[in-house]
């Protein structure tokens, strides 16, 4: 199938620390996305690549991507506790968005 | 104002139940959808409406039937209820062209 696969399925960290998470999918993309979702909540958009960029940054946030291993990672730069939630990529596949299951970050104080 | 509001936020109901869920976006959108977040949390799309036309339907049964009634309203109404329906149903919208999704708060469906 087509969604991304985020990992890990959860990770650990402490405030100020950085928190890496990777996504792996399996088709071509236009685009992919990251979104955030805090407990009991709806996703949050937060960065979108297009398959023609390879880094892009937006605040305390870097996103990589490589097409040629189908992989993408968020770096979240001096974590806060604000910061724990879990964190989703999407691939698109005109007008349909792939999702995984997330990885959970938990950010201690 | 929210952008993205469904209701209800909870929703306990018992086996062979039908209940519906209701979602309305202030934003604008063509285009709106409902995903399905299991227990493990996994976001599964399920239908996309564009200006009121289904354009997705990703074999989801036949129990469950979206209806847009306009384009800023997106319902989902699902028959005779089953225990694997116990999920977090999730609206969204975007706009064609921007490609980010608008979610909505979600709701919670417990079928007991």
């Known amino acids: 199938s087509q969604q991304g696969e985020e990992d890990p399925q959860a990770l650990s960290i402490q405030e100020g620390e950085n928190a890496t998470m990777n996504c792996s999918y399996k088709t071509s993309i236009n685009n992919l996305q990251w979104y955030r979702q805090n407990s009991g909540r709806g996703l949050v958009h937060l960065i979108l690549?297009?398959?023609?960029?390879r880094e892009k940054h937006s605040g305390r946030l870097r996103v990589t991507l490589d097409t040629s291993k189908k992989s993408s990672s968020l770096l979240i730069t001096a974590s806060r506790a604000a910061d724990t939630a879990s964190y989703f990529c999407a691939t698109d596949d005109f007008n349909k968005f792939y999702f995984g299951s997330g990885t959970k970050l938990n950010v201690k104080p | 104002d929210t952008a993205v509001s469904q209701t209800p936020k909870y929703l306990v109901t018992q086996m062979g139940n039908d209940k519906s869920i209701k979602c309305e976006q202030n934003?604008?959108?063509?285009?709106m959808y409902w995903y399905k977040q299991d227990s493990k949390k996994f976001l599964k799309i399920m239908f996309s409406?564009?200006?009121?036309?289904?354009?997705i339907n990703e074999t989801v049964p036949n129990r469950f039937s979206p209806k847009s009634p306009d384009k800023a309203h997106l319902n989902l109404h699902i028959n005779s209820l089953e225990l694997g329906d116990s999920a977090v149903y999730f609206c969204a919208s975007s706009q064609g062209g921007e490609e980010k999704l608008f979610f909505g708060s979600g709701t919670q469906l417990s079928v007991l």
């Open positions: 690549i297009r398959s023609n960029e």
């Open positions: 934003l604008g959108h063509d285009t």
């Open positions: 409406y564009n200006n009121k036309e289904l354009i």
